[in-house]
């Protein structure tokens, strides 16, 4: 299994709901708190992004296993019940594991979310704050394997 | 046939007009035009179990393992269903002729007719090159004409290489499933000369659960290679992508990207070259998409490749005269097309400075596949045509026309300074609904941008710069520009104007799962709401815009090239390079013939 080679069936095209409370403003303020040094780009994530392979900058193997926030846009997501969404620089507008000739683009970050999350636009640019951890996983419910991700985390709309 | 007589089977029977509402599925499917020794799966599936005694299939008349050679596998239970199937890998037929497939279970019968055909005692071709624009249209073409070429007097000053071929035909593009194709079943039509059905790559769609499990059809890479031949196949895509990947695979699912990567390898195809790399790159390498530790870029090398990751490792690698098999891979994604490559520095550019475009990928592909002096077949594909034209793009669809164009005129120069035994295929896999319906001129007074939309006489003559030696005009923002517009599209704010920052993103999916327009480009000036006419939620929602199921044109040059004519099936290009590159084993009396010549 893979980020492209799932075989589990269609996408369900359903809202992302994976409970009712949206966090926008607590997460918003709890944002505050958290200063500026752990903002994390998509262009600061990488010293390199070449064909042969991706190489990590040194800021962000610095906050490796530290809070970090990060901005994009939520992918629509595999199963709206999942417990992980995919952060991308840019909206995504279909969700690759339902489109047969779309893939993900290849500096994705996977989000694991520590609370709830209400409905989101894919096309709302959003802030998401927990822990960075980069090195190849494989999900274990989904097969889905990803090298970034930001564990228990929080996301605000901005 | 065994059609119930309920109403809706009835209907079915009415639409499909022939024998596949039987009980039995008998694949290849019925009519389809077989060549003579290629490899092709044969899979009778059955409604329901069977009893293996009460099974009967028939060949013209006979025991079908008589014909064929072998005898199939009954699968009683297939994946574990209450279904029974009989299935026979790699079956061939050498004798050509017509032959009549009928399958029993004792209770129904199908029965499905297949031609098969063999080929001329001599090729009259040494190499073929098949050129791909994916949803290359007639709007495609003339708006690269209108940009490439000027006219004097009401007339062109030249024309188009694509357009300068003494052989042109209309190939209709549908498939077993549907009057519209996709990329994948559409160039395998083109690479196996079999139909199949949307997102199938060189296997009929069968009902076997794993998408690896459909009965399977031999392609041209492997029949050139089991000749001795070279193989090529060269694109701005991904290198798994739909087109090229019909070169080599085998999937119901061209999304199976990793097994792709594996097919490309086990093909042994000599030349290989576009995007795509992170599915060659292990899951413990950062940037990877591989679900396993296997290293495809080490295991190429191993089997003697040269790869190449940018321009000069790929002209490197060309010009030493000891490469023989070369693996290009320049982008993580896709290429980037030639508006972003050559003016514009958008797009991934910055992060991928030196990537080479179509023309200098075939060209590179050229010297290496023709060191082997059994000729080559190489497919040459200007992928973005049509991922332009899923994103409403219409200046990099137009400039990734011209850049096929290029190529094809680079390809002609190339067979005639090369023996001139070269058959030149150019062709689309499918159609976009795209024309040129006139001129935006922004001196027009007002600030409505519809209003400054020239048609008829009022569309005059767009003022974009000479094209430069390649066929491109260096300014694509002029201020009197093409109108090429789409005729199937989602929500989307028109712009009226080229995207000069990157690719047009015309619409988003919104929380409630609605394709909407994307506002990024609300505030443009003059932008217009376009209401999409296209499904816009659940399973059918589109978020760009869709191929046409109308015709595409094919124009030909070379030995061979006289077979292409009238309107044909997009399968018949295939029976033409076969027979261009007599792929079918010799009969006996023929192979004499050719020995007294």
């Not at chain 1, 047969?100 to 500096?107: E, K, T």
């Not at chain 2, 023309?359 to 590179?364: N, S, V």
């Not at chain 2, 067979?415 to 922004?442: F, R």
């Amino acid at each position: 299994m893979s980020l492209i080679g799932l075989r589990s069936g269609g996408c369900l095209r359903r809202t992302f709901f994976l409970s009712a409370l949206l966090l926008g403003m607590s997460a918003g303020q709890a944002a505050d708190k958290i200063s500026l040094d752990t903002l994390l780009s998509f262009d600061s994530l990488y010293k390199s992004v070449g064909v042969l392979g991706t190489q990590y900058s040194e800021r962000a193997k610095l906050l490796n296993g530290k809070e970090v926030r990060m901005r994009g846009y939520m992918a629509p997501p595999l199963k709206p019940e999942s417990k992980f969404f995919v952060l991308t620089r840019e909206p995504v507008a279909v969700c690759p594991f339902c489109s047969s000739d779309a893939q993900w683009p290849s500096d994705i970050v996977v989000i694991y979310l520590g609370s709830a999350l209400g409905p989101l636009n894919f096309s709302q640019r959003i802030e998401v704050a927990g822990k960075l951890e980069m090195g190849s996983w494989t999900d274990p419910e989904t097969g889905f394997v990803s090298q970034v991700r930001i564990v228990n985390a929080e996301v605000r709309k901005l | 046939m065994a059609c119930k007589p309920n109403s809706f089977v009835v209907a079915l029977c009415a639409a499909v007009f022939s024998a596949t509402c039987a009980a039995q599925t008998i694949f290849p499917l019925t009519r389809a035009d077989i060549l003579a020794g290629s490899k092709f799966d044969f899979k009778v599936e059955f409604d329901g179990v069977v009893d293996a005694a009460q099974v009967k299939v028939t060949i013209n008349g006979q025991d079908y393992s008589k014909a064929l050679g072998k005898s199939a596998e009954l699968i009683a239970r297939e994946d574990g269903k209450e279904v029974s199937s009989l299935l026979l890998r790699d079956a061939s037929i050498s004798k050509p002729g017509q032959y009549v497939v009928a399958a029993s279970d004792g209770k129904g019968n199908a029965t499905v007719t297949w031609t098969v055909y063999a080929t001329p005692a001599k090729r009259v071709a040494k190499n073929v090159i098949l050129f791909i624009g994916d949803g290359f249209s007639i709007g495609h073409r003339t708006a690269a004409r209108i940009l490439s070429r000027s006219v004097e007097g009401g007339k062109y000053t030249g024309k188009l290489a694509v357009d300068d071929m003494p052989y042109m035909a209309l190939l209709s593009t549908q498939g077993t499933d549907s009057i519209i194709t996709d990329s994948a079943n559409a160039a395998h039509a083109y690479t196996t000369g079999h139909k199949s059905c949307v997102n199938a790559l060189g296997v009929y769609c069968s009902r076997a659960t794993s998408t690896l499990d459909h009965p399977k059809v031999e392609t041209i890479t492997s029949l050139a290679k089991r000749r001795g031949m070279a193989v090529g196949a060269v694109t701005n895509s991904e290198i798994e992508d739909a087109t090229p990947a019909a070169m080599v695979a085998h999937t119901r699912r061209r999304s199976d990207y990793n097994d792709i990567v594996k097919m490309f390898y086990d093909s042994k195809i000599d030349v290989m070259m576009g995007g795509g790399s992170p599915n060659f790159l292990p899951k413990s390498t950062p940037g990877s998409k591989r679900a396993d530790d296997v290293d495809y870029i080490d295991r190429f090398k191993q089997a003697d490749y040269k790869i190449a990751i940018t321009k000069t490792e790929m002209l490197a690698a060309a010009n030493d005269v000891k490469t023989t098999k070369l693996l290009g891979l320049y982008n993580t994604g896709n290429v980037d097309g030639a508006l972003d490559l050559k003016f514009l520095k958008k797009g991934s550019v910055a992060k991928f400075p030196d990537q080479p475009d179509v023309p200098e990928e075939m060209a590179a592909a050229l010297k290496v596949l023709s060191r082997n002096k059994n000729g080559f077949v190489l497919m040459v594909e200007s992928a973005r045509i049509d991922k332009y034209s899923h994103s409403l793009d219409p200046e990099r669809s137009i400039y990734d026309t011209i850049m096929l164009d290029s190529a094809v005129k680079q390809a002609k120069e190339w067979a005639k300074a090369n023996g001139n035994n070269t058959l030149i295929l150019v062709t689309a896999d499918h159609s976009h609904a795209v024309s040129v319906v006139g001129t935006v001129n922004d001196d027009e007074p007002g600030v409505e941008m519809r209003n400054k939309v020239g048609t008829y006489e009022q569309a005059g003559f767009p003022n974009y710069p000479a094209p430069d030696a390649e066929g491109y005009p260096n300014k694509v923002d002029v201020s009197r520009r093409l109108r090429l517009v789409f005729g199937a599209y989602p929500d989307h704010y028109d712009t009226f104007r080229p995207f000069m920052d990157g690719e047009f993103v015309p619409t988003i999916r919104n929380a409630d799962g609605v394709m909407v327009a994307n506002e990024k480009y609300k505030s443009v000036p003059g932008a217009v709401l376009r209401e999409g006419n296209l499904p816009n939620k659940g399973a059918r929602g589109s978020n760009s815009g869709v191929h046409s199921g109308d015709d595409v044109i094919l124009t030909a040059v070379g030995p061979g090239a006289e077979k292409v004519h009238g309107q044909m099936e997009n399968t018949d290009l295939f029976r033409i390079m076969a027979e261009a590159l007599a792929l079918a084993p010799q009969q006996h009396g023929a192979a004499k013939a050719d020995k007294k010549q």
